[in-house]
């Protein structure tokens, strides 16, 4: 706002979470089963293989007939060497096979739909509700934080996802600031990490940015810029302190780490951000990088030092 930094609350909570579900699971072979139309499937399988082995073993009939016309042995022997064995199958197992081709294109198809139907977004659901319906579906897809995807390699049906699912959450945030600010709301300050995590290098930055501008022109949005997360954080900090202060702002998010140094607090309008800093490690991947890698080589050095110990090996 114009005289100063305004919170905005999602229900109870002072943030709303980026979190996407959509309820899409494995198909289950179990639920297989011959319908009249499958049966019909399987019948025309059955009676094509019935006609295809009858076809060859009527060619390699005839063709050993010509075989034996040869008067000369030996030229006679090369011709019937080079007239392929048809391998019988019996009417069960034409069954069998035609059973599993059907069984194995009804998976596809399951998964084909299932499929289509988690990219619609008609039926996502967002923010905390999403955690919820993930934990009671007990299955489907949920995507966590999808800002940290922006700056992969991705293929167009993915980038459509991603670019619905942060129009819905920001359109969301900007009719929740309509309502609480009563006040019509076409400008945005989009927070964003100091380095984007990225497969691409400097284009990942550059398409993660994209990405974004256009999820918030798609959500009503008539001017968007962009202001480094760390900063962002110190301004929330700001409108809460009092006296004047100088602070260090640490924000680990899902995919990035961001730390700022800013002058916060007082009679001054913003914060002042004295410098930013970013690195491409953050949630998942700090607890992976901190904890469980060190845990796995520390198990490893156990194990073998177990292994030592108790499973010396024997000599001579």
Request: aromatic share 6%.
């Amino acid at each position: 706002m114009r005289d100063g930094v305004q919170l905005l609350k999602f229900g109870k909570e002072k943030q709303f979470r980026t979190t996407a579900y959509f309820q899409h699971r494995v198909p289950d072979p179990s639920q297989f089963a011959l319908t009249s139309s499958l049966k019909a499937e399987v019948e025309n399988l059955v009676r094509r293989s019935r006609n295809e082995q009858t076809r060859q073993v009527n060619r390699a009939n005839a063709l050993r007939a010509l075989a034996m016309q040869i008067d000369e042995p030996k030229r006679r022997e090369q011709e019937l060497l080079f007239i392929p064995n048809v391998a019988l199958r019996s009417e069960s197992q034409m069954e069998r096979e035609a059973v599993s081709a059907v069984r194995r294109a009804w998976l596809e198809n399951q998964v084909r739909r299932s499929k289509k139907s988690a990219a619609s977004l008609q039926h996502a659901v967002y923010g905390d509700q999403a955690i919820v319906a993930y934990l009671t579906e007990g299955g489907g897809h949920l995507v966590d934080s999808p800002k940290s995807m922006l700056g992969f390699s991705l293929l167009p049906h993915a980038r459509v996802v991603l670019v619905r699912i942060a129009t819905y959450v920001l359109e969301h945030i900007r009719l929740s600031a309509v309502q609480q600010l009563r006040s019509e709301v076409r400008s945005a300050l989009i927070g964003r990490p100091v380095r984007f995590r990225s497969s691409l290098g400097d284009a990942g930055e550059i398409q993660a940015l994209e990405i974004l501008r256009e999820a918030a022109t798609a959500a009503g949005f008539d001017q968007v810029e962009f202001l480094e997360e760390p900063a962002a954080a110190a301004m929330g900090y700001h409108a809460i302190q009092e006296k004047p202060k100088r602070c260090l702002v640490v924000d680990v998010g899902g995919g990035t780490t961001d730390i700022a140094m800013a002058n916060v607090g007082g009679r001054r309008p913003h914060p002042e951000i004295l410098g930013s800093w970013g690195q491409p490690v953050g949630g998942r991947t700090w607890i992976w990088h901190s904890v469980w890698q060190p845990s796995c080589r520390c198990s490893a050095k156990v194990s073998r030092a177990f292994q030592s110990t108790y499973f010396q090996p024997r000599r001579g």
